[in-house]
């Protein structure tokens, strides 16, 4: 999850995380499956393209089991931007 301030990088950062293969959930969250080596990559490129002084992004990594055990209450996503893939990792 992030939250940017600059808009052309906050739509770069979007960019990476599609590439990456993880799901946009809200606006500014993302949820997928990734290896410790693709974790690393998109850690990399968006540590480079943000401002630190600025910009936070939060990553939490989660086993299986964890994720499993996650509890959503209310509209804990955006349905307008959820993929069947998604809804599959979530069932």
Known sequence: MYDIVQ???R???AKCCEKSGIYRVQYSVWLGDLNRTQ???LRS???DL???DQD???IF???REDFNSCILLGQAFDKALITDELKALLM
Do not use: F, L, Q
Request: glycine fraction near 0%; proline fraction near 10%; charged fraction near 30%.
């Open 7 to 9: 808009d052309r990088i």
């Open 50 to 52: 943000i401002n630190p």
């Open 45 to 47: 490129i968006i540590a």
């Open 56 to 58: 936070k992004v939060y």
């Open 11 to 13: 739509n770069k950062v």
């Open 39 to 41: 974790c690393k990559e």
């Open 61 to 63: 990594p989660m086993c």
